[in-house]
């Protein structure tokens, strides 16, 4: 193993990757990360509802305490809401155990930086540094950490996502939702939440499991079949589901139909730069235009990132955006938190609708509609950088080709749409992401630039 993180911290199947005495090594690797800055740096630990959560929180926190870091223990809780205390309480570093949608088998590990953010490539390469170098804090016997628990982090955070929305008009719609936790950390927020907001909850999936047996993580299509059946059922005005640290939300309209995050994205976007009169959205370059079309409408304006939420949200602190996020549900809202937040989510789709006041099905089909043409063809990983260099000269030249954007991979905008090509962090491929308002353009383009780079690959 010569990389520790990934793209969404540490993660590994438990007892074969994802070990205690990996977290163990990975505590004491971040406690002296953070003992290099502070002599005394206090850290808030949490986790999700797997069953392997008390096992990796124990042992990460003997590492921490060994190296002379205050441990609070959070209890189990939504990610956002970790991030959330550590921000408000000041702590200096947040530690989640998580694996977010992926299967019950995995688990990991991820650090929060003081400011509640997910920490920097840089700062992960730190301690992974650290790791493999050994290089652990040398701590004295009367110089370890201290342990406590604190349990009001939950009550904290719902505080700050109620003074963020129209409670009024949210509980004057006296809205009917089907909430699907998907037997995640979700669990210890949503339902209440969407109690006090005076809603109509059928509840789903709203029994921590760590198991996951009513229905896998990652709310997808395939895996909300239940919450779309009883939507319509129900007579709802929505569905919603969070994926296992909950913080995602993918939301199901009043007819049962899936509801795909870049529409959630687009229409909350919409709402939230007509009320400010304009702003700076931001979200990775992968993301549909459909969301550039309704904020530039509304006087806005899109910023575009590298992929990851880290990067998304270190933007938006930069240029002081209204919003931002990704297209698979993870939404920022910066006057409550810089971090993917699905209960945030979720209470302002309800302030949304109160004051639309039409149904979701409605709003949806009156945004803009964009074709997506998926595909993906190998490059050894040690030639993708000159591929993706040779690509960009080549159709530098090319009549039909507008503009090129080489802020994460190299997108292409050309007069019918754009095509992105883009390597794969973790497999010897590229990905290459085609959209335009016609199917068939979306597959043209795709394809040719399929066929391009296989050429240039060669
Ligand atoms: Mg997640």
């Not at 939504?78 to 991030?83: D, I, K």
């Not at 205390?85 to 977010?100: C, L, M, Q």
């Not at 066929?451 to 690959?457: A, F, R, T």
Request: hydrophobic share 35%; net charge negative.
């Amino acid at each position: 193993m010569t990389k520790l993180f990934g793209t969404n911290g540490v993660r590994g199947v438990v007892n074969e990757d994802m070990t205690s005495e990996l977290a163990l090594a990975m505590g004491k690797a971040i406690g002296s990360y953070l003992r290099k800055t502070k002599d005394k740096p206090s850290v808030a630990i949490g986790t999700d509802a797997r069953i392997s959560n008390v096992m990796l929180k124990t042992s990460c926190t003997s590492g921490l305490l060994s190296v002379g870091c205050d441990v609070v223990d959070l209890g189990i809780l939504p990610t956002p809401t970790l991030q959330f205390a550590v921000k408000e309480k000041n702590f200096d570093a947040g530690v989640i155990i998580t694996a977010s949608h992926n299967p019950p088998q995995f688990n990991g590990i991820k650090v929060i930086d003081g400011d509640g953010t997910e920490l920097a490539k840089d700062q992960e390469e730190e301690i992974e540094k650290i790791y493999f170098s050994g290089n652990i804090e040398k701590t004295p016997w009367d110089k370890v950490g201290t342990f406590s628990q604190w349990n009001g982090a939950i009550d904290l955070y719902k505080k700050s996502i109620l003074s963020n929305v129209n409670v009024t008009a949210i509980k004057n719609a006296k809205t009917s939702v089907v909430l699907d936790c998907g037997n995640g950390a979700g669990c210890f927020v949503a339902p209440s939440l969407l109690n006090e907001l005076d809603c109509k909850v059928r509840e789903l999936n709203c029994e921590p499991d760590g198991l996951f047996r009513g229905r896998p993580s990652e709310p997808v299509p395939e895996n909300l079949k239940e919450l779309m059946s009883i939507v319509p059922e129900e007579g709802a005005e929505f569905g919603v589901a969070q994926d296992g640290d909950a913080d995602r939300a993918i939301f199901v309209d009043e007819k049962g139909n899936f509801v795909f995050g870049d529409k959630s994205f687009a229409l909350i976007a919409r709402y939230i730069v007509r009320q400010r009169g304009g702003g700076k959205v931001v979200t990775p370059v992968s993301t549909s235009s459909c969301l550039e079309e309704v904020v530039k409408a509304e006087g806005g304006e899109v910023i575009y990132t590298a992929v990851g939420s880290p990067i998304v949200a270190r933007v938006m602190k930069k240029v002081d955006a209204v919003f931002g996020g990704e297209e698979n549900g993870g939404l920022i809202f910066p006057e409550h938190q810089y971090c993917r937040d699905s209960a945030m989510t979720i209470a302002k789709m309800l302030e949304l609708l109160a004051i639309e006041n039409r149904p979701l099905s409605e709003l949806i089909d009156e945004l803009p509609k964009y074709e997506v043409v998926k595909l993906k063809t190998h490059c050894p990983n040690d030639k993708k950088s000159q591929v993706m260099n040779r690509l960009s000269e080549i159709v530098a030249d090319e009549s039909e080709v507008e503009s090129i954007d080489r802020t994460d991979g190299v997108k292409i905008y050309t007069k019918n749409g754009w095509v992105l090509v883009r390597p794969s962090g973790t497999e010897p491929i590229f990905r290459i992401f085609a959209e335009s308002k016609e199917k068939s353009r979306a597959d043209n383009l795709a394809l040719k630039y399929k066929k391009l780079v296989e050429e240039i690959v060669q």
